[in-house]
């Protein structure tokens, strides 16, 4: 059985979760194996063929010796049982005010054929990091394919730049209990990135009271969805639920790594708003009328893409972000994505090749 090391954002999110589920069952006789600090039990106990080390074991604990000693991990004899690396996830190449351009680019040097699959680029800073990735990160690599066209322009003059829609469409939904019942679904998030708040947190929440309040009067059932608790969602609804008054009926659920249950509480809805990305996606592949609450450019890039024309709240925008601008014809608006769900298989076409697929 091959042996592919997985590099991605593994915090328990239900969006990043996504994609290691459905890179592990398109390639059902490779063995996919990654690190998290967080506890990936639920779901390697439904994905046989993925392996989770943790803080504790031999692998983190040599990756630290070699961080102490200055080397660099990727070229060590720790990735040598690994046949090829799989890098796949959304945001993973961001630069900020504490990027280290020499270490960021020692992670990413691998000795292996790597692949970087679903990701976007940015937001970036400097040249430096640009020239870094055009002329290193994604030129040493065998394939990689963004998700949204702004990235793939940045490097299109690459031979092995690509791109396609978001992964995530790509997601088989074939055993997910599909219902139009009166529910909204409203995906929520920690407003702290990197240390500085994109809005005031109590600004967000209480918009986000006046959107349930805003349902409610419409006749809505409204259930809170955190997508991951490391990353704060579910403090953010504890605390917005403790400032809605007693006789407003809210329900909350929380990702905790099982991913069909998850998929089944977004497809009994008829409405999704979703400040997390992947809420939107998967409203849409569900054939939900979505209300996206956006609060970086990524959103709005794969939006544009797709030619989304419902709601949009900004939320770096707050003068924009007025709940009662919504009307009944946003209210019932869909898209249709079957473009997206055929086009996002595009992600694998090269993997699909090297690892005999299809």
Known sequence: MEKIWVKGFFQKNLGDDIFLKILTERYRNVMFESFSNYDYKIL???IKNLKFYNKYSFFNISRKLFEYLGKNLKTEKIYNKYDKIVIIGGSLFIENENTNLKFHEEVYNFRKPY???GSNFGPYKTKEYIDIHKNKIFKNAEDVCFRESYSFKLFKELNNVRKASDIVFSLDTTNIKNTNNKKVIISV???????????E???YNKKIIELIKYFEEKGYEVTLISFSK???DEKVIEDILQCCSSNMKID???????IDEALNVLADSQIIVGTRLHANILGLILNKTI???????KTLNILSDIKFKGKIFDIRDEKSFVINTINDEQLNYKLDVSFQIKDAEKHFQVLDKVLENK
């Open 201 to 203: 947190q109590e600004k």
């Open 230 to 232: 490391p990353q704060g």
């Open 291 to 297: 209300i996206p609450i956006v609060y970086s450019d």
């Open 115 to 117: 692949y970087i699959l």
């Open 44 to 46: 390697t106990e439904n």
């Open 252 to 258: 909350k659920y929380f990702y905790r790594g099982n």
């Open 189 to 199: 998030i920690n407003c702290s990135k990197d240390g500085k708040y994109i809005i």
